[in-house]
């Protein structure tokens, strides 16, 4: 008799949490707090992708680690016209890595200053070499004359929209993970959402609860913006991406792609021509979450990395008891050691969206949760946000 008024009573709980008459408290992270879910669940759920799409190629396993015993956790590689690496690693360090003429770096012991607290994602040396980072909570920082012991100096670029923004005047920036530079100096770059990195045991900072307390809360609040050097305004140019990530420039400067790892898509945002500040969806249905874009070296074409396989759960997302697990499945992994399936995934893609060339690696051997990839000396410099290491693809070998 209990034992059926006990169920009765949790089935009565269930539903009240899927039908919103019980607000579940998410958890995440320290010191803030989550206690809503969007109601009614916002548009974009369930979420949806090419679960079809087989890798038939295993080339990323080619990939060669530099830096292994130096460095753990480059989101992104900036490349230097002389060759030498902007590396930031998981704990905030940023160091400058110099080629050593044998096909590997070196680096010095002690960083040359700490990107500190938050997580350092995308970065790249802009025209006069000083390094811009793209880091949560902080925002947008630069490192000027890297190296240079006289005059180098961390500075916050931006932390915050500007209040002559037509959209989000005034809103914080508080997740920057990815940018690119134009040949004016702007800074295109992108806000993933406002549930923010978070320290870890180690000391080191990770994201990826952020992106499953996101798609539980399923209220979308990532950006694409452009930071002004000349002036220090910043305007956001797209909102409501769920998960906004890589950013790239068109050869021509005339559009802005930018990745939505949660929808698993890449929006363009449109500079300059008869569509100018507007957006299209550039490419849908990817298969699994986009996360780095960059130019490749064609000058033509762009390098997408796909970070992972999306679990099948993440097909029932639209219903909330769900993404109540959702929010609680990094956790549940951890405390279980059960890790994500691995594959490797980056793609050569066209102007027009068109998928080019996979680089694959089925069963994740070497390569997996690729984060970026930078082409530079037809090398392909990947990153990954928690392995040690720098892994290197030798373009040419894979002719
Ligand atoms: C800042 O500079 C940019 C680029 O030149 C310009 O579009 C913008 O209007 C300027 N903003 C202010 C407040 O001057």
Redesign the pocket.
Known sequence: MLAKAFFVGFIALLAAVEFGQVTVRLPFPPGVEYDYMAEPPAEGLPLKWDKGFKVENDVLTKAKFVLADEIVGVETVAVAPDGKLGLVDRFGKIFIATPDGRGGYSIPKEPLAYSSPGRTLGVKFDADGDLYMANSPLGLLQLVAPGDAENQKLVLATGRI?D?SPLLPGYPVEFANALDIAS?G?VYFSSSTDVLAYKTEDSSWDVLDSVFVTIAKGAPAGMLLAY?P??G?T?ALMDKLWFGNGVALSPAEDYVLVADSIQMRIHRYWLQGPKAGSSEVFMDNLPGPPDGISLAGDGVNFWVTIYSEPSALMSLTHIRLVRVLTAWAPRLMRLLGVQMPRRGVVLKVSPQGQVLQVLGDATGKVMYGVTSAVEADGKLFLGTIRRKGVPVLDLKAIQ
């Open positions: 500007s002559e004016d702007t002004h000349s002036n305004s305007i």
